[in-house]
């Protein structure tokens, strides 16, 4: 029955997205303008519609209460399964793997739109700077709340629950795009962004939860940083073949399409075995480890159990060092990337380095694909905890030579593109294991929540990085402000880290491990 509530709600959800169409088509002859035009009873309608589908698809998605009675009777953490970190990769695990990285590029075309979106809504709202500078905040403050929340959902109700109603939010906060007034796009692109930042705790949940030890952490690491570069090269791609001819709003519009793709794909996205295990579900866990050709072994006896699913756990006893030391390597990343690389070319101009941003954007999308690499095999092979060092030590210390450099002329300019490069190098790297890691070191019951942290402190630069330009008035001054952040993550991480490359998930919280 609650299968069929989530179709239901599903089938209402598109029928209201639809019913924003006509109004879009009415003001094709207008280049698809629609700032002003009064919101018709169809769109009202719609809306309502859509809040209704939703409203349904919870209840659909919702554990039933055989499942909340399992729940409530844990397997205590003696009864964990090994098999699943020894097994071989099978076919059923690639294509696990390629359909969750489809759902992080779809994901992660999302927050790439924004900056592709502006231009034309200062063009059709006519909005100050200031106006729309609002835009960025409210989406980047959606996706830190999204990735708390939703990594949270997913602890308590399951990782494919989560993933179906998160892509029925991405059908949903579509209609962004038909939104006349600025208001009103201000308001759906913030649940836009909650939608958005909740795929990134889950997938890779999910993932780690399912992939062997053997290939867990390369294949986590390459996945995160060829899905960002992907998305963002995918959306300004959009921008160049759809948005001369169907306004900017069709990149909202895309939600829609791409939403309805992820629903679809979670025919093949089974839940994670050891989120069942840890539910008591163990029927269903063997059914989806046969799905993988792995068979149930219990494992030995464990001398304590997993934590409860609060998130307060998070912040206690020997897990808080690891939160702590996750928050401030990714709060140092989100700087970094939101405060210095963001306006770096607006500082270069000034200074008359003359690196346009178009050619920093693509340089960026270039030289994340090998770094991405380059930290895959590290992390995997040599260390997960010495590749992030290395990665963060490498970007404070480019951060450092801006710094003492604070270009003023064109005559660096051949040092500025290496700096560049190494600079987007690093902190593609730094990203690209961020996640993984988050997903490594917390037991089940609390590791969407763990990587719900991890996503948003990333994120939360991305809402501090604009006042550094109040407080940086020269790019050397940035640079050295920017810095700071970063080195302070990579000194947390070496107190607090610990090592997962190759090794088992976490399952019981032992005191922190310091790798020398």
């Given amino acids: 029955m609650r299968r069929y509530g989530f179709l239901v709600g599903a089938a209402l959800v598109v029928a209201g997205v639809v019913m924003h169409v006509p109004d879009y088509v009415m003001a094709r002859h207008e280049h698809f303008m629609m700032a002003g035009m009064p919101m018709s009873g169809l769109m009202t309608a719609g809306m309502v519609l859509i809040a209704v589908g939703l409203a349904i698809a919870v209840w659909g998605l919702l554990p039933s209460r055989a499942e909340r009675a399992a729940r409530a009777h844990r397997v205590p953490a003696s009864q964990r399964y090994t098999a699943l970190d020894r097994a071989d990769l099978s076919p059923a695990h690639r294509l696990l793997v390629i359909v969750l990285f489809v759902g992080l590029v779809i994901d992660t075309m999302k927050p790439a739109s924004l900056g592709f979106v502006a231009t034309g809504m200062v063009k059709e709202y006519g909005l100050r700077r200031s106006e729309i500078a609002t835009l960025p905040f409210v989406a980047i403050t959606g996706t830190v709340l999204g990735s708390l929340l939703w990594g949270y959902v997913a602890d308590v109700f399951g990782r494919r629950s989560t993933i179906l109603f998160t892509a029925l939010m991405y059908i949903a906060t579509s209609i962004c795009g038909f939104m006349p007034s600025y208001e009103w796009n201000l308001a759906m692109c913030f649940l836009m962004g909650t939608a958005a930042g909740g795929m990134l705790p889950i997938v890779y949940s999910l993932m780690s939860e ?120 990714g709060l140092g990343w989100g700087i970094v990337n939101w405060g210095f690389i963001t306006f770096l070319p607006v500082f270069l101009q000034a200074a008359g380095a003359g690196t ?161």
């Fill in 210 to 329: 399912s992939i062997p030890a053997r290939q867990r952490g390369w294949l986590l690491v390459l996945q995160s940083g060829l899905a960002a570069a992907l998305g963002y090269i995918i959306a300004s791609g959009a921008t160049s073949l759809l948005v001369p001819h169907l306004s900017w709003r069709v990149l909202w519009l895309l939600g829609a399409p791409t939403g309805v793709l992820l629903v679809v794909l979670t025919r093949w996205i089974p839940e994670s075995p050891r989120f069942l295990l840890a539910c008591g579900r163990d029927e269903e866990a063997a059914r989806v480890m046969g799905r993988y050709g792995v068979r149930a072994v219990p494992a030995e006896p464990a001398s304590a159990e997993t934590p409860p699913p609060r998130v307060s756990a998070l912040l206690a006893g020997s897990l808080l060092p690891r939160t702590a030391g996750i928050l401030a390597y």
């Fill in 356 to 516: 346009p941003a178009s050619d920093l954007l693509l340089l960026s999308s270039v030289f994340a694909l090998p770094a991405t690499a380059v930290a895959a095999v590290a992390y995997a092979r040599w260390s997960s905890r010495r590749a992030m060092l290395t990665y963060a030590t490498a970007t404070v210390m480019v951060l450092l030579v801006f710094g003492v450099l604070d270009p003023r002329g064109t005559d660096s300019g051949p040092l500025l593109v290496a700096l560049i490069s190494v600079l987007l190098s690093g902190t593609a790297g730094m990203i690209a294991m961020l996640a993984p890691y988050a997903a490594e070191v917390y037991p089940t019951t609390l590791r969407a929540t763990g990587s719900g942290v991890a996503a948003a402190s990333s994120k939360v630069g991305g809402m501090l990085g604009p006042l550094l330009l109040t407080t940086a008035p020269r790019i050397g001054t940035l640079a050295f402000v920017s810095a700071v952040p970063v080195a302070a993550g990579a000194y947390a991480l070496w107190r607090t880290g610990v090592e997962t490359a190759g090794r088992p998930l976490v399952e019981i919280v032992a005191p922190v491990e310091q790798e020398g």
